[in-house]
């Protein structure tokens, strides 16, 4: 099992950067594909982004191409999400999420196992 700790949101100008950090618990982090997702109210959980057990493939959603990265430390149990150039529209909850021994669709939120408590990003115009 693994615990899933978000932080670095907050509120953000648009045109401005922000870096999620996601850490997790356990000594398996190694052993799990990561994922990002957002959600805003009345939404469904939207893919941003996931990286897999080794970082060496990562998946950005097009919304997020050329704007977002998503990076992996497996020594310190942690993935990254960086975020440049945020726009109003990137405004939601964020969440990460861990699958085991990772997962052929990265983009859906049911490949996923755990999840964290999600941060709020708010972008304002």
């Known amino acids: 099992q693994v615990q899933l700790v978000e932080s670095g949101g907050g509120l953000v100008q648009a045109g401005g950067s922000l870096r999620l950090s996601c850490a997790a618990s356990?000594?398996?982090?190694?052993?799990?594909?990561m994922g990002w997702f957002r959600q805003t109210p009345g939404k469904e959980r939207e893919f941003v982004a996931a990286?897999?057990?080794?970082?060496?493939?990562?998946y950005i959603a097009d919304s997020g191409k050329g704007r977002f990265t998503i990076s992996r430390d497996n020594a310190k149990n942690t993935v990254y999400l960086q975020m440049n150039s945020l726009k109003p529209e990137d405004t939601a909850v964020y969440y990460c999420?861990?699958?085991?021994?990772?997962?052929?669709?990265?983009?859906?939120?049911?490949?996923?196992?755990?999840w964290g408590q999600g941060t709020q990003v708010t972008v304002s115009s």
């Open positions: 999420a861990a699958a085991y021994l990772g997962t052929n669709t990265p983009h859906h939120q049911y490949a996923y196992d755990y």
């Open positions: 990286i897999s057990l080794s970082g060496g493939s990562t």
């Open positions: 356990g000594r398996t982090f190694s052993s799990y594909a």
